[in-house]
């Protein structure tokens, strides 16, 4: 790692909690190895008037880089950046952004780009393929508009919440108005499961699916990153299914950060 110096760009990872970030550690790494003077640290901050305060202190430090934005901000900041991606507008969420050299605030949508590269990265194809999505959280929201990027033939999407649901699905549906479409429902005849709720972080979280509908050839992919395998992992595995990890997410989407964050 480059030694910190006053040339350093700060970059944080935005949270609460942050307890168990991990994109610092990775990103690091990456600039370490890419030979780029920035440092990023994980930064808790609370929801509501806090995240304003923290929009407009980034404004004024002149070696702030830019944050990756994680739960509970992602539909929170949009408000206060001063531009858009198209997908981050369209998706109304954000999970990153940069502070440009006249201290506006660029945000754009990387996280459900990096879920479909991580599974492309492990061969698996999503073209043509029905696909069941459990969420509509931020996370949901940026998968759903990536798979449909990549032509996914069908999308179930299931929520507990069915404003979400149907937010997710009115947002979707306007940028992709081809794409087939539905709620609810249960993983058959699915090619592809994916678990975009935050269910299985925490021990006795139940299932975010009921695993009697969980079967081969199925792939079963996860976002939640700790633990590994998760419980819904583990009954996939046991169901015969393949698994692919939270972790394949952010592998996919590390270098896409990189570029954003560092962009002149
Ligand atoms: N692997 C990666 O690189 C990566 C990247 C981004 C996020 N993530 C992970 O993805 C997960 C979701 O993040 P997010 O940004 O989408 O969070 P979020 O916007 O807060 O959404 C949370 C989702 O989980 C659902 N949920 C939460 N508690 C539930 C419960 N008890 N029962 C049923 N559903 C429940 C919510 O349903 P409601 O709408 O009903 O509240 C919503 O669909 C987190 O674990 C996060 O760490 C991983």
Same mark, same amino acid.
């Given at each position: 790692?480059?030694?910190?110096? *006053?040339?350093?760009?700060?970059?944080?990872?935005?949270?609460?909690?942050?307890?168990?970030? $991990?994109?610092?550690?990775?990103?690091?790494? #990456?600039?370490?190895? !890419?030979?780029? %003077?920035?440092?990023?640290?994980?930064?808790?901050?609370?929801?509501?008037?806090?995240?304003?305060?923290?929009?407009?202190?980034? !404004?004024?430090?002149?070696?702030?880089? *830019?944050?990756?934005?994680?739960?509970?901000?992602?539909?929170?900041?949009?408000?206060?950046?001063? !531009?858009?991606? +198209? =997908?981050?507008?369209?998706? *109304?969420?954000?999970?990153? /952004? =940069?502070?440009?050299?006249?201290?506006?605030?660029?945000?754009? $949508? /990387?996280?459900?780009?990096?879920?479909?590269?991580? @599974?492309?990265?492990?061969?698996?194809?999503?073209?043509?393929?029905?696909?069941?999505?459990?969420?509509?959280?931020?996370?949901?929201?940026?998968?759903?508009?990536?798979?449909?990027?990549?032509? &996914? &033939? +069908?999308?179930?999407?299931?929520? =507990?919440?069915?404003?979400?649901?149907?937010? #997710?699905?009115?947002? @979707?549906?306007?940028?992709?108005? %081809? $794409?087939?479409?539905?709620?609810?429902?249960?993983?058959?005849?699915?090619?592809?499961?994916?678990?975009?709720?935050? #269910?299985?972080?925490?021990?006795? %979280?139940?299932?975010?699916? %009921?695993?009697? +509908? /969980?079967?081969?050839?199925?792939?079963?992919?996860?976002?939640?990153?700790?633990?590994?395998?998760?419980?819904? @992992?583990?009954?996939?595995?046991?169901? *015969?299914? =393949?698994? +692919?990890?939270? !972790?394949?997410?952010? &592998?996919?989407? #590390?270098?896409?950060?990189?570029?954003? $964050?560092?962009?002149?």
């Amino acid at each position: 790692m480059t030694p910190i110096s *006053g040339k350093t760009k700060l970059f944080a990872t935005l949270g609460h909690p942050v307890t168990h970030v $991990l994109t610092p550690q990775k990103l690091n790494t #990456l600039f370490a190895k !890419r030979h780029y %003077d920035g440092v990023m640290v994980p930064v808790g901050i609370a929801p509501g008037q806090d995240l304003a305060t923290f929009a407009a202190s980034i !404004r004024v430090m002149q070696n702030f880089g *830019g944050a990756v934005v994680t739960v509970p901000h992602k539909t929170a900041i949009v408000s206060l950046c001063d !531009r858009l991606s +198209h =997908r981050a507008e369209a998706a *109304g969420a954000v999970n990153v /952004l =940069r502070r440009e050299a006249d201290s506006s605030l660029t945000g754009d $949508l /990387l996280d459900g780009v990096g879920f479909v590269n991580g @599974l492309k990265n492990a061969g698996e194809v999503i073209k043509d393929r029905r696909i069941f999505l459990a969420g509509a959280g931020g996370a949901a929201l940026a998968i759903a508009f990536a798979l449909a990027e990549a032509d &996914a &033939a +069908h999308i179930t999407i299931t929520n =507990r919440s069915q404003d979400k649901l149907d937010d #997710l699905t009115t947002r @979707l549906k306007k940028s992709f108005p %081809d $794409l087939s479409i539905s709620q609810n429902g249960n993983p058959d005849k699915h090619d592809i499961v994916i678990n975009a709720t935050s #269910l299985g972080l925490r021990e006795n %979280d139940p299932l975010p699916v %009921d695993p009697a +509908h /969980l079967h081969p050839p199925m792939l079963v992919a996860e976002v939640v990153m700790v633990p590994e395998q998760t419980p819904l @992992l583990k009954a996939a595995s046991q169901a *015969g299914c =393949r698994t +692919h990890s939270g !972790r394949h997410m952010l &592998a996919g989407q #590390l270098s896409a950060i990189f570029d954003f $964050l560092t962009a002149e």
